[in-house]
Structures are given as C-alpha cells and as structure tokens.
C-alpha cells in the first residue's frame, strides 16, 4: 500500500509541476500577444499596466501549483535535508507571491478605473 501511495504522489507531483508550466507558457504567449498587439495599436483602452495585473496573476497561480508540487514531492519518504529544501523553496516562493499579490493588489483600482471608463465610452 505504501508503494502505491508512493507512486500516486509522484506522478501527481509531476502532474502539478507540468500543470505550472502550462500555466506559466500560457500566460507568456497571451502576455506577448497583448503587448505586441498593444505596441501597434496603442489607443486599443488597454494599457501596460493592464497587461501586466493579467500576466502577474497567472504567475502567482503558477507558484502555487510549484509549492504544492514541492509539498506533494516531500511527502513521499522527507529527510531533514529533504525538509529544509522544502522550507527554503517554500519560504521563497510565498515571498515572491506575497510581493506579486501586494503588487497586483496595488495597481487594481488604476485597472478598474480604466476598465470602467472603457465601458461607459462603449455604451
């Protein structure tokens, strides 16, 4: 039974850290698409900024997935080596998404505003 366990949470492991890459290699060719469509039409009502919030949150999405994957890889048969990896990958990566999340919680209300603004000009 505890080989089973093993292997499940290996190939689950592996799962999630493909799934962040998916993510992370989505968010890019959106972010590039944005950015390069907005180069050329620059009065499109989105701005850097905007791009920017979008391509941000995808990667907090991503380093969640990444932690969790570390999580599910030590809980397999963790050493204390295996442990203090965990805990400095852990450590780093809460503190970039916790910069990430500040910053994109920072510059939300400049997006909404112009978000609104776009819809009225719309309607």
Do not use: C
Request: overall charge negative; glycine content about 4%.
């Amino acid at each position: 039974m505890k080989e089973i366990a093993e292997i499940v949470t290996k190939h689950l492991s592996s799962t999630v850290e493909v799934l962040a890459a998916f993510v992370i290699g989505v968010a890019l060719l959106k972010f590039l698409y944005k950015y390069l469509r907005h180069l050329f039409t620059p009065n499109d009502g989105i701005t850097n900024q905007t791009i920017r919030i979008h391509f941000g949150s995808a990667l907090t999405v991503a380093l969640e997935l990444l932690l969790a994957a570390d999580i599910l890889a030590t809980a397999i048969a963790p050493t204390w080596d295996d442990i203090g990896k965990l805990a400095s990958i852990a450590v780093l990566r809460t503190a970039l998404n916790y910069f990430l999340e500040r910053e994109l919680k920072n510059n939300e209300p400049n997006e909404t505003r112009i978000d609104s603004g776009k819809e009225l000009e719309q309607s």
